[in-house]
């Protein structure tokens, strides 16, 4: 599978995005990471689909894309940013994936009239993110960052031990070679983001509102790909997001959490193309 990589400007935001084979490939599938992720995250299931065409843009403000300027660093900016990236592209009605944090911003902006063939949901947040366990931490962490200087800011937002930390906790796999790969994976691109600003801004939108706020407004056909033992995004709510699509159907996959991902991408892909080729072909 051939990757390009292009730039483009989208709500003033140099938005940088990887592209993997081309239209004669096969499908299109845009895909949309997780809050303080980047296109690496996805990388391990979007290798495992050579015969699709897949988009996979860092998120404004992540990675190697800048922040916005045009818009807020909120689930109705990012929604705005989604639709604007796309039709530059030419890729307006395509399939969306989104992974936990871009779960919502996919949701939101197709339930708010952004045109797409099907809908793919990996660890979707379906329940209020403000009750998920630790999240008194997560906030006192992050409302640190918003009162020291930029610089300070940016060391305290990177520090190893909290990455570290953050990924022991996430990673249920018993396979050191694997742990150590998501580890290093965390401590590469974690803390690779444009501001203080917008990362903070980026927090405050994931804990805003869920997946389920706008289930019963997707008419399209949706695939929920959940982890059994996933605690941002508990196996409970997983069902209860499933009866409130109108059209959705869900694969849990076993003894994996929320690193989906990086866990288990063959079963990941596997779920991605049947759902494609049953449903959307």
Known sequence: MGTLTHDVDVLGSRTRYWEYGTPDTGPTIVVVHGYRGDHHGLEPVVKLLPDFHIVSPDLPGFGESTPMTEAAHSIEGYGRWLAGFLEHLGLTGEVLLGHSFGSIVVAHAVAGGLPARGVILVNP???DPRKVAGIG???????????????????W????????????????????ELRRFIHGQHHAY????????????????????????????IAQPVLLVAGERDEVAP??????????????????????????????????????????GERLT
């Open 125 to 127: 947040i379906a329940d």
């Open 190 to 217: 974690f803390s690779v983001f444009g501001s203080r600003a917008s990362i903070v801004e980026g927090f405050d939108a994931s804990l805003s509102t869920t997946v389920a706020a706008v289930a019963a407004d």
């Open 157 to 176: 937002l990177g520090n190893p031990l909290v990455v570290q930390g953050m990924s022991s906790t996430l990673a249920k796999t018993r396979d050191r």
């Open 235 to 276: 196996l409970p709510g997983q069902f209860r997001l499933l009866d409130t699509f109108p059209d959705a159907r869900l694969d849990v996959i076993p003894g994996v959490g929320h690193l989906v991902h990086y866990e288990t991408p063959d079963a990941a892909a596997h779920a991605i193309r049947v759902f494609v």
């Open 137 to 155: 931490a997560t906030r006192f962490f992050y409302a640190v960052a918003r009162r020291l200087p930029e610089r300070a800011a940016r060391a």
